[in-house]
Every structure is written in structure tokens, then in C-alpha cells.
């Protein structure tokens, strides 16, 4: 699912999404309860849209789980290897040295095939064009970084394995390939029944064997996942869900799925389009602290990393959601500039307009409380008001949108932005008419330009729906960063605009440049920042750290080693505060009368 959006969707991933309270910034998209123990699942019937027929050029991948070793056994076979354009294949791992090739052989025999590594990625060459089968044998090693979803997780456990760790060539990206997907459960033992411990699900559905038609690029953004495993199916007229976890949460992964897989038919009805794709949840418990969390869009799915003690609340809801919509908006209506270069210009509308319609929609099902909107709201007000890069311009923001909380600052304003146009549209039609209507033209505008939309289709489309003067709104609260001005109503008639004060959330040291480290050491302590109050010092090395990203208003523990020393600092991450625009709960309206 390489859409032109994905960058922009791992970058906000790799960032733990938060709950965000009404005195702390949000740092991401954010979208009970029995306690439930899950069973391996007997293995389901793949749907028609997911066996495809084994003809043209194909390829067998086999995954074998070596816990002992934290690593997987690998075996590609590339069927009608002729079909596969250049003799170039790439692993993109975080690490070359995870990965060791073992054998490359075709019908001759044995091809040579060296590995040459790059920091991101191994490319490796075959001496001479294969001819019929080949087969690419390798091995990879875990690797994990805190806070950002696995390349490759192999324990005793469970395995979680990205597409990047396959070993695919460069030059067919696009290439239609007949894929027959096999993980092998066998390392994790079997039950008396002679049935296996674990199950496994892929971006592609449950199951340890699939066949799908697909391309080398939904590939590298595919996942698989393996361990104690629940799963549910929802095979109805409105589209095909599949949904599996693994292990222990904290709510019912059963009615989630379902409520999940509902939403998504609700998108399919909004834009005019049901998906006719089948689309898999894949929800992976994890230690940590609750409130921190990541959802991201992969190949066909959506993936939930969660604490296991996370309630399912508002926040958690509104990160999935925004991830099953982008399969419509980023994957299929972008606007902002064609070229991928300049991409992050188009993040106030792929990532902030999105979590505005994702919490809308939810609130307006009911599914999202009157508290937990402004609580989310405030989140995004908090960033506005905290960020020392508030009245930087869109494109500026846009060339270093890698640095530290600029995401969340272009997510922020788009979705702000997005409130004000939604209020605008339905203050002029008296309710008639929503954002919805807006974004339901365009998507029709981008499938048929099968491309992305300038800029000037969102404004002559908000031109036609409000008046002229959208133009100036838009350029001075997105392109310029200026002041935007939001209704008393804009939230509807049981919230109340206010003035609030803001802490911005502060460790005290570069977190990124931290762990980037090897071995990790504390980069960019500041002399007068919490973390130097609280006792730590530049390199310091750091041996755990336990945040709640974007909380300022939770406490950290920071473990460090200093020489011979260990020193545990325990201090609340809190910055600057400044004044901002903020929301609160009406009392004197009940909660049926809430949504505009």
C-alpha cells in the first residue's frame, strides 16, 4: 500500500500515540471491559477476493520463526523468474548487520550474490540473469527500537514481522505477483490435539498460509503476525473484515472488531465506494505504560499496538479509525503537490482533516463520548498554543517535517482547520450540509483524475460552499500559519469555548537523538529542562525509559547509568505553558442533544 501518504504515516506512528489531557499537547492521531483469554483459532476459509489463480510469475514466501535466535529463516522462491525485471534485490532493515544471506539458486545452480549494505537497507546483485526458479535463502536477526513498531520481533512468544524484511526486487514494484504466503508455527510446539500453540495473521487475513495476488510494494508494507491468538470474521454484503489479537487486553477485542469493522463499511457509504478488498485488524498487546500506543495503516490493514492494561476509550477508537480511512484519503484522494519530494505539504489534509472526520464520525455514532471530543479537541488547541513552531508557514514546516513535534503541529492545524470549514459549511446550509459533502466530491474529482488534486480544488470547492473569502481563511490558518478564528458552536451546542493554560510536554533532552545512539546516551540535556532538575546529565547512558508521550501531566522514569552508578529519575515532563483556545463540557445540554 505504498500510497503517497505513507511516509507521513510512519512518521506519525513511530511517535506513541497518547491520551491527551486537557493541560498536554498530543503527539499523534488518536482514535469494557472483560478481560479475555485467547485460543489459537481453527483456521478460516480464505474469501474469494484473497485466493487468487497461480498463473504468470510468482513467489513462495516461507517464514520460519527461530525464537532461540531472535531471528526468522527465510525462503523466497520467485516462480518464472525471467518475468522479474533486473537482477537487484533489496531487505530494508534499520540494521544490514540483522541480516545474513545464506544461498541464491536457480535451475543452473548456485548464483553469487553479495550483499552490499546501506545504512536503511541490503542490496544484493546476482552475478548472472537466473533462469527458472530461483530461490533466495536468509537470514534476519530482531530488531526493535521503544517506541516505534517492530521490523522484526522473534521470541519464545510471538513473531511480528514486517514486510521489509523480505528480500524483493527492486524493479517490479508494481509487478502483479501470485503470492503464496507460508509462516511455519511448528517452532512454537503443539497441543495435545496435535493442534498448533500459536495462530497467524497477516495483513492479507488469518491464517498461516495464504494466497493473494499482490506487488512487491504491498508486500514490503504487509505484516505478519503469530502467537495465542482470537479472531473474528465479518463476511457480509457491505465487505469481508477478518480481525485477530494476540494475548491479553484490557477490553473485549470482540465487540471492537465488529464496531471496527462497521465504521468501515460507514467510510465506504461516505465516499461513495464500499472496498471490494478485504481488510484485516490486527491488535498486538504489549508491555507498557497505558496512553501509549500506535496505530498504523499497512497493506489492506490496520495494526494496533496497545498497552495491555489501555481501556478501549476515545482516543484509542479515534487512532483506528483515522488509519481504516486511509484507505480513502491518502491511498486514493490526496491534495497537495504531485511531487513526493514535497509530500509532507499535503500532511494538514492526509493526516489532520482526516482525524476530523474520524472523531467526527465517531461522536456522531455515538461512539466517542461528549468529554472524550473535548478532551481530543484540547489536545490539539494544546499543540497549537505549546509549540515554539506555531507561526512557521506550511512549507516550511513541511522540509523538516522529521524534526521532533512538527507532525503533530501540521496534524493539529489541519484538523483545527478542518472544524472551522465543517462549522462554516453547516452554519451557510443551516445543518443541510456538512464537510462530508466536500470530501465526497473531491474523492469522485481524484478517481477520476486518477491523481492527486491541486490545492486551488479544495478552494474553489469551499469557495462554492462558503464564499470567496475561504481562500484568504485558508492561506493565512494552513500556508502563512496564522491566527484561525472557530465559533462558540463549531463543536456543537453542548460545548463551550473558552480560554485555557497549556504545558508543553518536555523531557528535558532529545529523545530521538537519544536512541539513536548505540549504545543509547542522553543527547541535548538542557541545564535548566526537567530532566537536568531531576538529576540526569548529558550522556549519560539510558538504560529504560517510561513515558507517556505527549503526557505532561505524567509523571517519567528515567533509568540511566552513570559509571558505576544507577540512577532512577522520576520526574513530570512538563515545559513552558502558554495560553490557548479551549473546550469544555456544557452541563445544561444532555448528551442526545450534543452533536450538531
Known amino acids: 500500500m505504498r500510497s503517497r501518504s505513507f511516509v507521513l504515516a510512519l512518521a506519525l506512528a513511530a511517535a506513541a500515540c497518547t491520551t491527551p489531557p486537557p493541560n498536554a499537547p498530543s503527539r499523534c492521531p488518536e482514535p469494557t471491559n472483560e478481560r479475555v483469554k485467547t485460543s489459537g483459532a481453527k483456521p478460516v476459509p480464505a474469501s474469494p477476493a484473497a485466493s487468487p489463480t497461480r498463473e504468470g510469475p510468482g513467489l513462495d514466501v516461507t517464514i520460519r520463526p527461530v525464537p532461540a535466535a531472535a531471528a526468522i529463516d527465510v525462503t523466497l522462491a520467485f516462480r518464472g523468474a525471467g518475468a522479474f525485471p533486473g537482477r537487484t534485490f533489496s531487505i530494508r532493515t534499520p540494521d544490514p548487520k540483522a541480516f545474513r544471506m545464506k ?85 512454537y510446539g503443539t497441543l495435545e490435539s496435535g493442534a498448533s500453540v500459536s495462530g497467524a495473521a497477516t495483513s492479507f487475513g488469518i491464517g498461516a498460509s495464504r494466497e493473494v495476488n499482490t506487488t512487491a510494494d504491498e508486500l514490503r508494507g504487509a505484516v505478519m ?152 479537541v484540547n489536545g490539539l488547541e494544546s499543540v497549537i498554543a505549546t509549540s515554539p513552531r506555531s507561526k512557521e508557514g506550511n512549507a516550511a514546516l513541511a522540509k523538516s517535517f522529521r524534526e521532533p513535534g512538527v507532525v503533530p503541529l501540521l496534524v493539529a492545524r489541519g484538523a483545527l482547520y478542518a472544524l472551522h470549514v465543517d462549522a462554516a459549511i453547516r452554519a451557510k446550509s443551516g445543518g443541510q450540509k456538512s464537510l462530508q459533502e466536500v470530501l465526497r466530491a473531491l474523492y469522485a474529482k481524484a478517481k477520476e483524475r486518477r491523481g492527486p488534486l491541486p490545492v486551488s480544488a479544495w478552494t474553489s470547492a469551499l469557495t462554492a460552499e462558503i464564499s470567496p473569502a475561504e481562500v484568504e481563511v485558508f492561506a493565512e490558518a494552513i500556508e502563512r500559519g496564522g491566527k484561525l478564528d472557530l465559533p462558540d458552536n463549531a463543536l456543537g451546542p453542548c460545548f463551550r469555548r473558552e480560554t485555557r493554560r497549556y504545558e508543553r510536554y518536555d ?82 445540554v444532555p448528551d442526545e442533544k450534543c452533536t450538531k
Not at 537536568?532 to 522514569?557: I, Q, Y
Not at 533509568?559 to 515545559?575: S, T
Open 225 to 376: 503476525v503469530t502467537g495465542r491468538m482470537g479472531t473474528a470474521v465479518f463476511d457480509t454484503l457491505e465487505g469481508h473484515d477478518e480481525a485477530a489479537w494476540f494475548g491479553y487486553t484490557a477490553f473485549d477485542p470482540r465487540p471492537v472488531s465488529a464496531d471496527t469493522a462497521a465504521f468501515r463499511t460507514a467510510a465506504g457509504e461516505l465516499f461513495g465506494e464500499r472496498s471490494p478488498i478485504p481488510q484485516t485488524f490486527l491488535i498486538v498487546p504489549e508491555p507498557g505504560p497505558v496512553g501509549r500506543f500506535v496505530a498504523a495503516r499497512r497493506t489492506r490493514s490496520v495494526l494496533l499496538h496497545v498497552a495491555v492494561g489501555e481501556p478501549w476509550s476515545g482516543p484509542l477508537r479515534i487512532a483506528t479509525s483515522v488509519e481504516m480511512l486511509r484507505a480513502w484519503v491518502g491511498e486514493r484522494l490526496w491534495i497537495g503537490p504531485e511531487d513526493p519530494a514535497r509530500q509532507a505539504e499535503g500532511a494538514w489534509f492526509a493526516e489532520g482533516v482526516v482525524r476530523h472526520l474520524a472523531r467526527d464520525m465517531l461522536f456522531r455514532f455515538g461512539l466517542v463520548t461528549p468529554l472524550e471530543v473535548a478532551d481530543e
Open 103 to 187: 544461498e541464491a539458486r536457480d535451475a543452473r545452480g548456485t548464483i553469487d550474490a553479495r550483499p552490499a549494505p546501506h545504512p536503511d537497507h541490503v542490496a544484493i546483485e546476482l552475478a548472472r540473469a537466473p533462469e527458472g526458479e530461483l530461490r533466495l535463502v536468509y537470514t534476519v536477526e530482531s530488531r526493535v527500537t521503544p517506541g516505534k513498531l517492530p521490523f522484526l520481533l522473534s521470541d519464545p512468544d510471538r513473531l511480528e514481522v514486517t514486510g521489509d524484511a523480505l528480500l524483493l526486487p527492486d524493479a517490479a514494484r508494481d509487478l502483479r505477483l501470485a503470492v503464496k504466503l507460508e509462516i511455519d508455527l511448528s517452532p
Open 507 to 588: 523531557l528535558g533532552f532529545d529523545e530521538a537523538a537519544t536512541r539513536a545512539k548505540i549504545p543509547p546516551v542522553l543527547v541535548g540535556v538542557r541545564p535548566d529542562g526537567p530532566a537536568a532538575k531531576a538529576g540526569l546529565r548529558e550522556g549519560d547512558e539510558l538504560v529504560e525509559g517510561l513515558t507517556s508521550a505527549g503526557r505532561s501531566d505524567v509523571p517519567v522514569t528515567i533509568v540511566v547509568q552513570r559509571g558505576d552508578d544507577r540512577i532512577n529519575a522520576k520526574y513530570r515532563p512538563a515545559g513552558p505553558s502558554a495560553s490557548g483556545r479551549g473546550w469544555s463540557r456544557r452541563k445544561d
